[in-house]
């Protein structure tokens, strides 16, 4: 599929849009045609749908949310991402009417992440929802070969949940209060069928207390400080630490969090972020990228130390910032094989809410931990 894809339907009155006559359906089965290219009717159909339907489940959206993904979307890639290499929206019609719409962001490591998925009310319930993510799903597993699919769905959407499960995507986590203070959010994923997995599907078990006091804290004095470093300087601390648990990070992942970490930059439309960092003796020893996100949280990822002394300044750090903003959460993205960071966070009060497979490199799963902010 490059610019869209026309497929028939089986025929059936369940899959014909509100106005097909069962003469019409047994005559020539309704036309799904999905398309990677949005009119400009398309996305004024895909900004109302998304306006009315995701403030039921989430917090802080506002016009600049679909607008951030339909921009997105034209440019081909996301200017203001670094995990995030571009973002498309497929629309689908059937007979030529407009049905519904799916999101497809494209992440470093071979993953992809699916939603919101989101179909007109007199289509549901029609069969379109499946149709329209059969294709893409295929595109993305047989065109492409992205190896893992993912998407986050509150707790609150019970059909959005069943629909997926019921698709062959597993529970990876919940995250507790993500989007909004009452609600839980689940991850789930899937993985290519024609790709094996690297990391066998029974849980890791996870030892925290054996994990405590694996560091030694630092010799010297450390101190948390907001910093500017060049994008040399971030590519040089950063990649010997993330290369064995994050693929696909060249300079283009550096130079974007540079960017993004501007003060021209910090709004949600254009994902401002900030640089963090400790230093021991004035050399370089903890970093981390914190993302306001919508809803009231914030995430760190990376986030990387090389002692505990460093680890606790930048969290403490980052806990400051993120109550002087108002945020009601912060959640840190860590890989498992830096089971260190995983028990010190959980002395410092966060909790594991997720264990995401294999996110950004085979191999390697990816522990998230969150506490609310004080």
């Known amino acids: 599929m490059s610019e869209q894809t026309i497929v028939d339907l089986v025929p059936g009155p369940v899959l014909a849009h509100p106005g097909t006559t069962a003469e019409q359906v047994a005559d020539r089965p309704p036309r799904l045609e999905v398309r990677e290219i949005l009119t400009p009717a398309d996305a004024k159909a895909f900004t109302a749908l998304l306006l009315k339907e995701l403030p039921s489940h989430y917090d802080e959206v506002d016009a600049t949310f679909p607008e951030s993904i339909l921009n997105n979307a034209r440019n081909g890639q996301d200017p203001f991402g670094y995990f995030t290499l571009s973002k498309d929206v497929y629309t689908t019609y059937?007979?030529?009417?407009?049905?519904?719409?799916t999101v497809v962001t494209m992440k470093r490591g071979g993953s992809a992440k699916i939603g919101p998925t989101a179909v007109l009310p007199e289509f549901r319930r029609t069969?379109?929802?499946?149709?329209?993510?059969?294709?893409?799903?295929?595109?993305?597993?047989?065109g492409l070969g992205v190896r893992k699919l993912y998407m986050t769905v509150s707790a609150s959407n019970v059909p959005a949940l069943l629909f997926n499960l019921d698709r062959g995507f597993k529970i990876e986590g919940i995250l507790r209060g993500q989007y909004r203070p009452d609600q839980d959010e689940f991850v789930l994923g899937a993985f290519n069928p024609a790709r094996p997995t690297a990391v066998e599907a029974a849980e890791t078990r996870y030892e925290v207390e054996a994990a405590r006091g694996r560091w030694n804290d630092a010799i010297g004095s450390t101190a948390a400080l907001w910093t500017?470093?060049?994008?040399?300087?971030?590519r040089a601390f950063l990649s010997p630490r993330l290369e064995d648990s994050f693929d696909q990070l060249d300079i283009g992942f550096y130079q974007a969090i540079i960017d993004a970490c501007?003060?021209?930059?910090?709004?949600y439309h254009q994902k401002g972020k900030r640089l963090l960092a400790a230093r021991t003796d004035g050399v370089l020893s903890a970093v981390a990228v914190?993302?306001?996100?919508?809803?009231?949280?914030?995430?760190?990822?990376?986030?990387?130390?090389?002692?505990?002394d460093a680890a606790r300044a930048l969290i403490a750090e980052a806990?400051?910032?993120a109550a002087s903003e108002g945020r009601r959460k912060i959640y840190i993205h860590v890989p498992d094989a830096r089971f260190?960071?995983?028990?010190?966070?959980?002395?410092?009060?966060?909790?594991?809410?997720?264990?995401?497979?294999?996110?950004?490199?085979?191999?390697?799963?990816?522990?998230?931990?969150g506490r609310l902010v004080p």
């Open 228 to 234: 500017d470093p060049d994008v040399e300087e971030l």
């Open 127 to 142: 069969g379109i929802a499946s149709a329209l993510r059969d294709i893409v799903e295929r595109k993305l597993y047989e």
């Open 340 to 369: 260190d960071m995983v028990a010190l966070l959980v002395s410092l009060g966060f909790a594991i809410e997720a264990q995401l497979r294999e996110a950004y490199r085979p191999g390697t799963n990816i522990i998230v931990l």
């Open 319 to 321: 806990l400051e910032l």
């Open 262 to 267: 501007r003060e021209s930059r910090q709004t």
């Open 290 to 308: 914190y993302v306001p996100k919508r809803g009231g949280g914030a995430k760190l990822s990376p986030c990387v130390a090389d002692n505990a």
């Open 94 to 101: 059937v007979d030529g009417q407009l049905a519904g719409f």
